[in-house]
């Protein structure tokens, strides 16, 4: 199953040519896996994520630019869950553009880590099957 939410390019996210600033994007991957979460855990992703104990800082994030993107576009950014391993879970994110061009491609991992020890955890069993059932 994937998870599609819309992002509307704002005039702050671009460049001086009137395109997205490339450090911009990771912003949208970022907002579109917390939306995605939010769906899958049924509340806001990240309080729902500290609730079950666990801090979920990024261990990779990889993008791959593939369309410009301008002020006021509005593009389509699906996730869909990735792997899951002991204490990581992975999304796969694409954009897309009005004309269904893809625009960017990215993945992110992250990884559940003990509030106290900042070490890696397993994965709470509720994440694990939110994001399976996805």
């Known amino acids: 199953m994937s998870f599609v939410t819309k992002r509307r390019i704002l005039f702050g996210d671009c460049d001086p040519a009137g395109i997205v600033y490339t450090p911009r994007i990771s912003y949208f991957v970022i907002e579109a896996v917390h939306d995605f979460l939010a769906h899958a855990l049924g509340g806001p992703a990240i309080r729902e994520i500290f609730a079950m104990g666990i801090l979920p800082p990024a261990r990779a ?25 002991t204490s990581s879970f992975s999304f796969f994110v ?21 509030p106290e020890s900042k070490r890696p955890i397993p994965l709470p069993q509720a994440l694990r099957d939110a994001l399976s059932a996805t």
């Open 61 to 85: 994030l990889s993008i791959e630019f593939l369309a410009p993107m301008a002020w006021d576009e509005v593009i389509d950014i699906e996730v869909r869950s990735g792997d899951l391993t």
């Open 94 to 114: 694409e954009a897309r553009n009005a004309a269904r061009d893809v625009t960017f491609r990215a993945t992110l991992t992250q990884v559940a880590v003990s």
